[in-house]
Nanobody
């Protein structure tokens, strides 16, 4: 079973940027991949996904991050990225990645993003 490991989180001031990485234990080929986050006291939510159709990648975003976050992945299909710009306190959460299709596998540890002045 493929495993995913997230990194790149940290403490950032409002308006700042971070780039998260999700490294897979092996290639995830053309799986549909997603970035999720879970804020304290809230359920885990899908915020960005990327789907391969006809050899091209198509991203999709939750309204809360649209225009600020960008999901991408490398050609060996071993790493998924999440570029996060214009961060605000509402983005503070534990961020995870996982495959969406095929069905998600065991969740990784996640990477903490804290936006605070």
């Amino acid at each position: 079973q493929v495993q995913y490991a997230e990194s790149g989180g940290g403490l950032v001031q409002p308006g700042g940027s971070l780039r998260l990485s999700c490294v897979a234990s092996r290639s995830f080929y053309d799986f549909t991949m997603g970035w999720y986050r879970q804020a304290p006291g809230r359920e885990r939510e899908l915020i960005a996904s990327i789907t391969a159709i006809g050899g091209r990648d198509y991203p999709n975003y939750a309204d809360s991050v649209k225009g600020r976050f960008t999901i991408s992945r490398d050609n060996p299909r071993t790493t998924v990225y999440l570029q996060m710009n214009k961060l605000g306190p509402e983005d503070t959460a534990l961020y995870y990645c996982n495959q969406i299709s095929p069905a998600p596998v065991t969740w990784g540890q996640g990477t903490q993003v804290t936006v605070s002045s």
